[in-house]
């Protein structure tokens, strides 16, 4: 089975290097195309991919088709492409904004086609993707389109008026998580410790926090619980941090998130 990309952007690259490192697909079952050809030929030749002279190319010669180009160009690739979305092949977009309807609209509504919304962590094979499927979309070939995402982290089906929602608490969180970690190293910095140090043993603890996480069936508070001791440091840090307004800052992070990507503004 031959997966393509129509895009060769950032977060193309994250999916195929997660993909590539999973060994879901061999570098030869992985077909590419962008408008610039000084974006896509060297990233397929640096890494053995196939790279297609067209997107019309990488349709006819792909069983799963990813639309990975921007939101102002996708109608435009979609009804360029229009004539090799046969109904044996998968559609899979991760245009951000662009519907199912959307591409109902251009495509017909007898295309198997699977709307999602990675995050970047893909690439180390722990992502967080969300997915909406249209209704002829089942079967084993929902089971191949959903494999390209569960191989390189786990997925969500979503309503996709909750991708919005998905976006910040997944999409954007990696840098708000990113900017957690280095406030964490920082302050073993201000302390003594070296910087590759501080932020090593930083995001260790958040990656195995959020393991505990998912592992366990508590909540969050009652993990947070079973490391504050009555009078002790962890409980002292934690209030101060409220003090501080790190939970309402959290929340109002996210809801900036969320109102940009639906376009309000103040």
């Given at each position: ?144 389109a959903l494999r390209v ?77 079973q490391v504050s001791s ?19 800052a959290v929340v109002k ?14």
């Amino acid at each position: 089975m031959n997966i393509g990309f129509i895009g060769v952007g950032g977060m193309a690259q994250a999916i195929i290097g997660g993909l590539l490192n999973a060994k879901t697909f061999a570098p030869a079952e992985i077909v590419v195309h962008s408008h610039r050809e000084e974006s896509y030929l060297p990233y397929a030749q640096a890494h053995d991919l196939v790279a297609a002279k067209s997107n019309q190319a990488v349709a006819a010669a792909s069983d799963l088709i990813v639309l990975a180009v921007t939101p102002n160009v996708a109608p435009a690739v979609l009804a360029e492409i229009k004539d090799e979305l046969t109904a044996d092949k998968t559609l899979i977009s991760i245009v951000a904004g662009l519907s199912l309807a959307d591409i109902a609209a251009i495509t017909g509504a007898g295309l198997p086609t699977l709307r999602t919304l990675p995050n970047v962590n893909v690439e180390v094979g722990a992502g967080m993707t969300a997915v909406a499927a249209n209704a002829v979309l089942t079967g084993d070939r929902l089971k191949a389109a959903l494999r390209v995402f569960n191989t390189i982290g786990s997925t969500t089906t979503l309503a996709e008026d909750q991708f919005g929602v998905f976006s910040a608490l997944a999409g954007s969180s990696p840098a708000y998580i990113d900017f957690f970690i280095d406030s964490l190293s920082r302050a073993g910095v201000k302390h003594g410790l070296t910087k590759a140090q501080a932020t090593a043993i930083a995001a260790q603890a958040t990656l195995g926090s959020a393991k505990m996480v998912l592992k366990s069936d508590k909540i969050p508070f009652e993990l947070i619980d079973q490391v504050s001791s009555p009078g002790g440091s962890t409980v002292a840090g934690l209030l101060a941090m409220e003090e501080a307004g790190l939970m309402t800052a959290v929340v109002k992070g996210i809801d900036a998130t969320i109102k940009r990507d639906a376009g309000e503004t103040d």
